[in-house]
């Protein structure tokens, strides 16, 4: 299962959570039903309370501002994609846990973001990752 990072002072129409579920429907689409080849959105407050879920593979949504769990990954994770310096994407997925942050300097660029990882191809190698068989496991 793949969490996804919001800040816990969002309303339900707010952009980071609308890029949030634009995210999530992908990666369940990619799924195909499986059970734990799913996404599951929590706030910051919640990934912080919660230890379990923090060797789960992470895709922040939002700026390091007003997201903590953005603010600790923009520290640990280096840059691989930014536009004009409004939309970033940081991640790391051969070392650690497998985590992203997607974030930008506006309202509109978590959406941005979020589209960008998605269609060039950043999702598919994220989720090729957290769902490869390894031996012994049941992925």
Not at 61 to 71: K, Y
Not at 92 to 111: C, Q, S
Request: charged residues 20%.
């Amino acid at each position: 299962t793949v969490v996804l990072v919001i800040t816990s002072d969002l309303g339900p129409d707010a952009a980071d959570r609308l890029a949030a579920m634009t995210l999530k429907e992908a990666v369940d689409g990619r799924g195909a039903g499986h059970p734990y080849r799913r996404a599951v959105i929590v706030s910051d407050a919640a990934w912080f309370d919660t230890p379990l879920l923090h060797e789960s593979p992470t895709i922040t949504v939002g700026g390091p501002g007003v997201n903590g769990v953005a603010g600790r990954f923009g520290a640990e994770l280096p840059t691989v994609w930014a536009d004009a310096e409004r939309v970033v994407i940081q991640a790391e997925f051969r070392e650690g846990p497998i985590r992203a942050a997607l974030w930008g300097t506006d309202a509109a660029a978590p959406a941005a973001a979020v589209d960008a990882f998605i269609h060039r191809g950043w999702l598919d190698e994220f989720l090729d990752r957290c769902w490869r068989f390894r031996a012994g496991a049941f992925a």
